[in-house]
């Protein structure tokens, strides 16, 4: 069972670590493309180690994602359905 | 065609038997071999065991760290070299058009360190979607030219060669073309390979064309030696820059030598095998002379392609004694693979900053491993030990599977 903190606490440490900086610097209500500047390959890479680790998928459909919580939720919500 | 005179003002090479020109230098005058029992992958069950691994390379030294994922090892080593022949030519980009900037990158593959490990995963998973999303740009050929162009902002002609063993050559001559032509000021050009994979090396062992020699790999690459059994695969990249004389000068920059001609040929008859007289080997030296309005008996000095397989050195061999007749035994000739191995993409660009220090410096670096001499092939290939000699004109040769060939004339800086 894939709890919601270890969700948070990946996600967390994946975009850290794409993007050159330290956990602390990552913020939940941060941004992704506008505060992070998540480039277009870096969000794939994103979701395809999130697919990957919890053994979930991410349909095109389903990514409307704003916020760094945003896909906390979302990957919390598809884990627990899975 | 206008008259501009292009020199070469900046040197970088990762190889290895060393990270950089000094280093490189240094390694070959030494006569120091490269080759060893392959680290990377498990190759005891291949025929040929051992290659020119670069194991000191350090990726983050050259590249922002998490940047370093982005780029396939070939791009990571054109990015390195690129780097240190811009700094070497002193070349300040904020001070230079851009636009008149160009890029030109020889490379026999591409990054299949990536393509095998994705199909690894496809054909382990069974699912398309554990394909990595940036296989395409880690994997495409022109991605290292790409990367150059970004990590310094050039925005002039970028342009990919791939012409197998002679890709990073062709790629020297066409920047140089591009220079002569008006069509760029400077050119950063070159060529990078980084093929010891298990795929390709199962390939090119069932093409049987490298060496066998697993109990003496230091030994293995020995062109021109009656011993040679095939070629030793190698790794690196070796970049340098180009430009107009009258930009140097303007710079106060000290070129290393000037590029007088190239020649580009096909041989046009077999994918793989060499024209067994030397006639078209010869008569791409030939068009690269005449386009440098260099007359046989000014040549000095050849590095050659000397791959250290049977044929290629026969046929280089003939090539050569075609062109220059008697003259032929009194050049000095060497072969930098006996040391590195056989850089592929790379190997023309490496041999052309050889020349381009052998012009500035006087030393001709050995052949390593020559050790009995074939009747066939007698020239002078400067065995075991440098020399000193005061060379004027140079050679590079590079022949590619595919009768891609090229050669490079170079003269010293005066």
């Given at each position: 069972m894939v709890s919601a903190a270890m969700v948070e606490e990946r996600i967390i440490i994946g975009l850290a670590k794409a993007l050159n900086k330290q956990p602390s610097q990552i913020q939940k209500e941060s941004r992704l493309i506008e505060d992070l500047m998540l480039d277009s390959l870096d969000t794939l890479d994103l979701i395809f180690k999130l697919e990957e680790e919890f053994n979930i998928e991410m349909p095109e459909s389903e990514l409307h994602f704003v916020t760094v919580q945003d896909v906390i939720s979302y990957v919390q919500e598809k884990a627990k359905a899975e | 065609m206008t008259s501009r005179r292009v020199v070469i003002t900046g040197l970088g090479v990762v190889s290895s038997i060393g990270l950089g020109k000094e280093a490189f230098w240094s390694a070959l005058l030494e006569g120091k071999s490269g080759i060893r029992r392959i680290q990377g992958f498990d190759a005891s069950s291949y025929s040929c065991q051992f290659a020119g691994e670069i194991s000191d390379f350090r990726p983050e030294d050259y590249i922002p760290p998490a940047d370093v994922p982005k780029l396939s090892r070939n791009s990571q080593f054109a990015v390195a070299a690129a780097k240190m022949a811009i700094d070497d030519a002193h070349l300040d980009f904020s001070k230079e058009n851009r636009c008149r900037v160009g890029v030109a990158i020889g490379i026999g593959l591409g990054g299949w360190d990536i393509y095998e490990a994705q199909l690894r995963r496809l054909f382990e998973t069974n699912n398309p979607r554990r394909v990595h999303p940036w296989s395409v740009p880690l994997i495409m050929s022109n991605a290292a030219a790409a990367e150059i162009a970004i990590s310094f902002g050039l925005k002039g002609p970028n342009m990919t060669v791939s012409t197998a063993c002679s890709s990073g050559s062709h790629a020297i001559g066409y920047g140089c073309d591009l220079i002569r032509m008006g069509k760029a000021d400077s050119v950063v050009a070159g060529g990078t390979e980084a093929c010891i994979l298990p795929g390709v090396f199962a390939a090119f062992c069932s093409l049987r064309a490298l060496s066998t020699r697993n109990e003496a790999p230091d030994r293995a690459s020995r062109p021109f030696d009656k011993r040679r059994d095939g070629f030793v695969m190698g790794e690196g990249a070796g970049i340098i820059v180009l430009e107009t004389l009258e930009s140097a000068k303007e710079r106060g920059v000290i070129p290393y030598?000037?590029?007088v001609g190239y020649g580009a040929t096909s041989?046009?008859?077999?994918?793989?095998?060499?024209?067994?007289?030397g006639s078209e080997a010869a008569h791409v030296m030939d068009l690269a002379l005449q386009d440098a309005g260099?007359?046989?008996?000014?040549?000095?000095y050849i590095n050659t392609h000397?791959?250290?397989?049977v044929l290629n050195d026969l046929v280089e061999t003939r090539a050569i004694k075609r062109i220059f007749g008697e003259y032929a035994y009194r050049i000095s000739l060497d072969s930098t693979k006996s040391m590195i191995g056989h850089t592929i993409g790379a190997s023309g660009a490496i041999e052309g900053i050889v020349c381009a220090l052998t012009l500035q410096r006087g030393v001709i670096h050995p052949t390593i491993n020559y050790e009995e001499s074939d009747p066939e092939c007698d020239l002078d290939y400067t065995p075991y030990q440098a020399r000193q000699r005061d060379v004027k004109v140079a050679l590079s040769n590079s022949f590619g599977f595919g009768g891609n060939n090229s050669c490079l004339v170079m003269k010293a800086f005066s």
């Open positions: - | 030598a000037e590029v041989e046009a008859t077999h994918i793989v095998h060499p024209e067994g007289t260099v007359s046989p008996a000014e040549v000095d000397g791959t250290s397989t």
